[in-house]
């Protein structure tokens, strides 16, 4: 595993199709249904829940159950009012950044199919004095579709509640950047599906249940993780998300501390963070010749490892973070060695899991 290339052709392809498909927090079923798709060879049998959480699951008769976890949702808009001449202001599903929307292109979802847009912007040559300098706000960013009034909006299928996303997609960078909308946290359902398709192809048995599991809505309150969580009651949980560059300009390092793209997997320090499992994770990366970073969080980690960690009683939970320029963007950029070595952080250390570990402290 260590020398072996794990991103073949026919998974940088599902990759680009994964992200490229919408799949904003609330409407994840088409992101999931091409995952699922993807994933089918190397489970055994699928659990899905009521709101689209969606898990391939490799021996499920086994009493003692391992998750590996990313989730497939990713920021949005609401249409949330149409004016009398035909735009559309928003408000957020998720985490979505008013600053980067104007002259950005959209697509309104709708019963009808996707409705084109964009974010207008006043030329530069009108804003002056106060005006000058005029920042993006929720209530000054509107959306156009071309219509001339609210009826024609409705005609067209738009109503209050449709969600809209960005159509920028994959692309690859200098021969090993990855940037899209979306790489959080698509980037976490490829990894975890990739680290299932190599168990397979390498003949693994493992000794437990493994869960891999694809949550939903998790940008709007790790809400998918807090349900799916209940209903398998796993042992353990190995959690993958993204978290910061902070080399870029603008990242104040002092408290975001210092993580970046092309430096390996980064391991977090929290208190959701199970101390025993974290330190077998950096032990397997050092016997394994991984590279890693560190990084601390103060109350929380911000991600699905917390919902897992403090469910059922607690969860011996842990995360490994796939690290990020321009989170909440539409150009998110992640290193290929990156991708690759969390995948094989997460296989590697599934393979030290023994049936029955507790992770205890009292151990």
């Known amino acids: ?32 249904k091409l995952w699922m798709d ?49 735009l559309i202001y928003v408000i957020r599903n998720g985490g979505s950044d008013h600053q980067i929307a104007p002259s950005k292109w959209v697509n309104i979802h709708t019963k009808k199919g996707i409705v084109k847009g964009v974010f207008g912007w006043p030329a530069i040559h009108t804003r002056k004095g106060e005006k000058e300098e005029l920042a993006p706000k929720l209530d000054n960013i509107t959306i156009d579709i071309g219509a001339k009034d609210k009826a024609e909006v409705e005609k067209m299928g738009v109503h209050v509640g449709c969600v809209i996303t960005y159509p920028d997609t994959f692309q690859v ?44 809505q998790e940008e709007i309150g790790l809400r998918g993780a807090e349900m799916i969580t209940q209903t398998i009651k796993p042992n353990v949980a190995i959690i993958t998300d993204v978290c910061h560059d902070t080399t870029t300009p603008m990242i104040e390092k002092k408290t975001q501390g210092h993580t970046e793209i092309g430096a390996g997997p980064v391991i977090s320090y929290a208190p959701a963070v199970q101390n025993k499992l974290r330190e077998r994770i950096l032990e397997t990366a050092e016997e394994n010749k991984i590279p890693f970073q560190r990084m601390a969080a103060s109350r929380a980690t911000g991600t699905d490892t917390d919902a897992f960690a403090y469910s059922n009683g607690g969860v011996a939970s842990a995360l ?16 290929k060695d990156d ?8 296989y590697e250390t599934l393979l030290t899991i ?7 402290y009292f151990d």
Not at 52 to 74: C, F, L, M, Q, R
Not at 355 to 360: A, I, K, L, P, Q
Request: glycine share 6%; charged share 25%.
């Open 1 to 32: 595993m260590a020398d072996k290339k794990i991103i073949t052709k026919k998974s940088l392809d599902f990759l680009e199709k994964y992200l490229n498909n919408a799949a904003p927090t609330g409407y994840e079923l088409e992101g999931q």
């Open 38 to 86: 993807y994933l089918k060879p190397y489970v055994d049998t699928f659990i899905t829940d009521t709101y689209g959480t969606a898990v391939g699951v490799i021996n499920p008769d086994a009493k003692y159950k391992v998750v590996i976890e990313g989730h497939s949702d990713e920021i949005s808009w609401y249409v949330n009012y149409i004016t009398d001449n035909g």
């Open 173 to 216: 960078l200098n021969k090993d950047k990855f940037v899209c909308r979306a790489i959080d946290n698509r980037a976490g359902g490829f990894m975890i599906a990739e680290v299932a398709r190599l168990l397979h192809e390498n003949k693994i048995k493992l000794p437990f249940g493994l869960y891999i599991t694809n949550s939903v």
């Open 320 to 335: 490994i973070s796939l690290p990020l320029r321009y989170m909440h963007t539409t150009v998110e950029m992640v290193h």
């Open 339 to 346: 991708v690759e070595n969390v995948i094989r952080l997460i």
């Open 354 to 360: 023994k049936e029955g570990e507790t992770f205890s």
